[in-house]
């Protein structure tokens, strides 16, 4: 499990790369948390995730719901097809895109239409 945190104009963008369950969820969990206490606009790039567990599809919501309860908010980018799938019926409230870059493209979008 590896997890990297980058900031990008006042977003943190948090690159998760490996399997989230059980074992592994709680320390992406704490690495989440610790980078929304300086910042709490997060974007998790996902597309490095090739399968989550139960456990790691909880700490998802319960992250979410910590880091929007707080006044932030989260954003899900590069899901690959089972785990997009299994969040479309479970987290509907949650915001998911393809890539950093679509995501980017679509903010870029709004803005330009204000």
Do not use: W
């Not at 074992?23 to 790039?45: F, G, Y």
């Amino acid at each position: 499990m590896e997890i990297n945190v980058q900031t990008e104009k006042s977003i943190q963008i948090i690159d998760i790369n490996g399997e989230v369950d059980g074992n592994t969820a709680p320390q992406v969990q704490a690495q989440i948390m610790k980078a929304a206490e300086s910042n709490p606009r997060l974007v998790l790039d996902m597309s490095h995730v090739p399968y989550m567990s139960s456990a790691g599809l909880r700490m998802l919501l319960a992250t979410y719901r910590n880091v929007v309860g707080h006044g932030g908010h989260v954003v899900l980018v590069g899901l690959v097809e089972e785990i997009k799938d299994t969040m479309a019926v479970s987290f509907t409230h949650l915001r998911a895109h393809e890539t950093v870059l679509d995501l980017v493209c679509r903010l870029l979008l709004e803005n330009k239409k204000k």
